[in-house]
């Protein structure tokens, strides 16, 4: 399914929408993992989200991971620049160098356990199957989609 089926179904719903960012809306291949100045940005996803973004019901976030803590202040940059519908507030920026290392799986599955529960609809998009798989074990009622589901 693509995200427009899961808008149009809850579209009576408040939706909570986490968006990842490495491989969805940055290019992960494109420089080092803490050159985020020169990620190229995946225009047509982040177009899409734009668009969604405006939707009433819609309460969009950025949750990603950074290997060091000097990577937030550069992905905020990044968003800053291609993103910028998503306020600083919006956005979750977890450093693993702040937590021991942990994996981004158990560090995004924890974030999303301690997400508030109401009649709202919570649906994460990640481009990573292993982060998806672990969400999906302890998060049961959160939709999970690939990455692939922002374009038809």
């Given at each position: 399914?693509?995200?427009?089926d899961?808008?149009?179904?809850?579209?009576?719903?408040?939706?909570?929408?986490?968006?990842?960012?490495?491989?969805?809306?940055?290019?992960?291949?494109?420089?080092?993992?803490?050159?985020?100045?020169?990620?190229?940005?995946?225009?047509?996803?982040?177009?899409?989200?734009?668009?969604?973004?405006?939707?009433?019901?819609?309460?969009?976030?950025?949750?990603?991971?950074?290997?060091?803590?000097?990577?937030?202040?550069?992905?905020?940059?990044?968003l800053?620049?291609?993103?910028?519908?998503?306020?600083?507030?919006?956005?979750?920026i977890?450093?693993?160098?702040?937590?021991?290392?942990?994996?981004?799986?158990?560090?995004?599955?924890?974030?999303?356990?301690?997400?508030?529960?109401?009649?709202?609809?919570?649906?994460?998009?990640?481009?990573?199957?292993?982060?998806?798989?672990?969400?999906?074990?302890?998060?049961?009622?959160?939709?999970?989609?690939?990455?692939?589901?922002?374009?038809?």
């Amino acid at each position: 399914m693509y995200i427009t089926d899961y808008l149009e179904r809850f579209k009576d719903k408040k939706i909570r929408l986490f968006v990842d960012m490495d491989g969805v809306v940055a290019d992960f291949d494109v420089g080092k993992p803490y050159d985020y100045d020169k990620k190229r940005p995946l225009l047509t996803n982040i177009e899409v989200l734009r668009e969604i973004a405006k939707r009433d019901n819609i309460e969009m976030y950025i949750l990603t991971i950074t290997s060091l803590t000097v990577g937030r202040e550069e992905k905020n940059k990044w968003l800053d620049q291609y993103m910028e519908f998503i306020k600083k507030e919006k956005r979750f920026i977890i450093s693993r160098e702040e937590n021991n290392k942990i994996s981004s799986r158990v560090l995004k599955n924890r974030f999303l356990k301690k997400v508030k529960r109401d009649d709202s609809v919570i649906i994460m998009i990640d481009d990573d199957p292993s982060i998806l798989g672990k969400i999906r074990q302890s998060n049961p009622d959160i939709y999970l989609l690939k990455d692939t589901a922002l374009v038809k």
